[in-house]
């Protein structure tokens, strides 16, 4: 028994298009994905067949699809190496931030780890050596425990 698919009006160009949109999205909603080099080059692909070069069909076309296809590829790759920040991600352990001052965002105490410092950009759960701390002095870390960090009151 043979399987004949419906004809949908729809040509392959118009579908590479479509599909190339759809990975776009897809990028736009995860991205890391790397769905965005074949949605690329799919979308150019698709308008080469809407336009009328029959990349399948002849040599020449072939060639020109491969050359369009790696130009797509190339655009799209050097584009997201634009877009890409050039700094590293920054890495701090416990043991770096001793020394450092920062800001108190919510109240530290030394009873509680619910005390917020900002160091940096960076926020950190704090507790205080001694007497509570409210939001907006300025401490010194004098020690790092775990996840969190001992503070003082900077005068």
Do not use: Q
């Amino acid at each position: 028994m043979i399987m004949v698919l419906p004809d949908l009006g729809l040509s392959l160009g118009w579908l590479l298009i479509v599909i190339g949109a759809a990975l776009l999205l897809i990028e736009l909603h995860s991205p890391g994905f790397f769905a965005t080099v074949p949605a690329t080059v799919m979308i150019f692909i698709g308008i080469l067949l809407l336009l009328g070069v029959n990349i399948f069909n002849s040599g020449w076309g072939v060639i020109v699809g491969v050359i369009i296809a790696l130009c797509a590829a190339g655009f799209t790759v050097w584009m997201y190496g634009k877009i890409t920040p050039n700094a590293s991600p920054t890495t701090i352990s416990r043991d770096s931030v001793v020394g450092l001052e920062g800001r108190v965002k919510k109240k530290v105490d030394s009873a509680t780890l619910s005390g917020k410092v900002l160091i940096g950009t960076t926020e950190w759960s704090a507790y205080s050596t001694g007497a509570e701390i409210a939001a907006g002095k300025k401490v010194k870390i004098i020690d790092s425990e775990g996840v969190h960090i001992v503070v003082e009151e900077v005068e």
